[in-house]
């Protein structure tokens, strides 16, 4: 019995990226890490939204698909970046930045501690604030906040230590 191979005659289409998906499972999560990074809600949905509008448009030149969140997490951050570069700039030539005023109500929705928490935050190097914000604000493993931070695992850990080292001080806490 003889078999014959048929020639692929179509080339292997690329694996297309269901950016709704993952817009629709991370969003969320996504506009808090970038709230936490510059601030305000606003500029964190415009950080995200273009984040996911690039992922879109740049869906089938991806070389991996099964990246496109760690992709859309790095333009997060990376727009992040950019925001507070941008800030920093007109800081230098303009009056200091003020974060925006909170509403009555979301201000009574804001316990103190949480406040504090966020102001303490805010003062970490911004190294230490990204990889404590994905550890522990978005859940993500060692690996993955390596990924999306482009370091390495050991770098990961001991950045989240000295964060929290530095956190605990800023707060009071004695350890």
């Known amino acids: 019995m003889e078999v014959e191979l048929l020639p692929d005659r179509e080339p292997r289409a690329r694996e297309r990226v269901d950016v709704a998906t993952i817009f629709a499972e991370h969003h969320v999560g996504l506009v808090r890490l970038a709230v936490v990074m510059v601030g305000d809600q606003a500029t964190a949905e415009d950080i995200v939204q273009e984040a996911f509008t690039r992922t879109h448009a740049g869906r089938s030149t991806l070389r991996d698909p099964g990246s496109a969140l760690a992709y859309v997490r790095s333009a997060v951050l990376n727009g992040s970046r950019s925001v507070l570069r941008r800030r920093a700039v007109r800081l230098r030539r303009a009056l200091p930045y003020e974060p925006p005023v909170r509403s009555a109500e979301s ?21 230490q604030r990204e990889a404590l914000s994905l550890r522990y604000y978005l859940d993500l493993s060692d690996a993955e906040v ?3 931070m482009r370091i390495g695992e050991s770098t990961v850990r001991s950045t989240i230590a000295r964060g929290l080292k530095a956190l605990g001080r800023a707060l009071g806490e004695n350890k």
């Open 146 to 148: 390596a990924e999306v």
């Open 107 to 127: 201000a009574a929705l804001v316990d103190q501690d949480r406040q504090e928490v966020l102001l303490a935050l805010s003062r970490l190097p911004r190294r």
